[in-house]
């Protein structure tokens, strides 16, 4: 008997939905986290996360102490962090996370965009930062764009970052000092005090007074205001 042309088509439609099956177990699918306290913002990441071919949504949390430790139990791919959460700050948790599980990618996804916020989270072990305005298109993009070794950031971040980047760079350097004393007595020479300045490049307040000590031993001078001054001669003939 001959079969007819709609058992053709049925069985046509049976052996594409078994290849379909078969290509999506075979897919390999990144796992996201999203550590957001907003709600309304946090379920939205997770349903348009979750709606792309490529992501999954892990586990969200409201908040670091809910996330952590439980995502080094439980690491993602990837984790989208928010900066200013309920107890611990994000940039806390991104800390944390890449201390003890390096391998997770790390994404800021916040209102905030001041550059003390935006350089501490990259300080920290942040591998990106984005705009909570960016459309959802583009944080699908910025997490495509983590997987494949990039950095992704909101343009206006990343304008940001090469300005201060070039700011770093016009700034006199003392060829006897390190990059990191540089840095240290440029803040201490804008007025700010040891405390300060060790909260600004996320040191302790002791190791930036035995930077001080290294920086007064190379310039042969007695304390921060000769230093600065050797500094301010340097920047006049710059």
């Known amino acids: 008997m001959i079969p007819c042309p ?3 088509s049925s069985l046509y439609v049976i052996i594409r939905l078994l290849f379909s099956i078969l290509y999506l177990n075979l897919s390999v699918v990144v796992t ?4 957001e306290d907003d709600v309304s913002y946090r379920e939205g990441l997770v349903s348009f996360i979750n709606s792309s071919e490529e992501f999954r949504v892990l ?3 409201a908040s670091a102490e809910a996330a952590y430790p439980h995502i080094l139990s439980h690491p993602p791919c990837l984790a989208i962090v928010d900066i200013k959460l309920p107890g611990m700050s994000g940039v806390e948790l991104i800390r944390e996370i890449k201390k003890n599980a390096p391998d997770i990618l ?9 550059n003390e916020t935006v350089f501490n989270a990259l300080r920290n072990g942040a591998s990106g930062y984005i705009l909570k305005d960016s459309l959802a298109t583009e944080i699908i993009a910025s997490l495509q764009e983590l997987c494949e070794g990039g950095a992704p950031m909101s343009r206006y971040i990343a304008r940001k970052v090469i300005s201060a ?15 990191r004393e540089n840095e240290i007595l440029q803040l201490i020479s804008t ?4 405390k ?11 190791t930036v007074t035995r930077h001080l000590k290294n920086i007064y031993t190379k310039l042969h001078v007695n304390n921060r205001i000769e230093a600065v001054n050797k500094l301010n001669n340097l920047r006049q003939d710059f």
Do not use: T
Not at 32 to 35: A, F, R
Not at 106 to 114: A, T
């Open 106 to 114: 790390c994404m800021v996804c916040s209102f905030y965009d001041d």
């Open 191 to 194: 007025g700010m005090v040891v």
């Open 59 to 61: 586990h969200s949390y």
């Open 196 to 206: 300060e300045v060790a909260a600004k490049v996320n040191l302790s307040a002791h």
């Open 165 to 179: 980047f070039r700011e770093k760079q016009a700034q006199p350097r003392l060829s006897e000092l390190s990059d």
């Open 6 to 8: 709609e058992s053709f």
């Open 32 to 35: 996201v986290s999203v550590i």
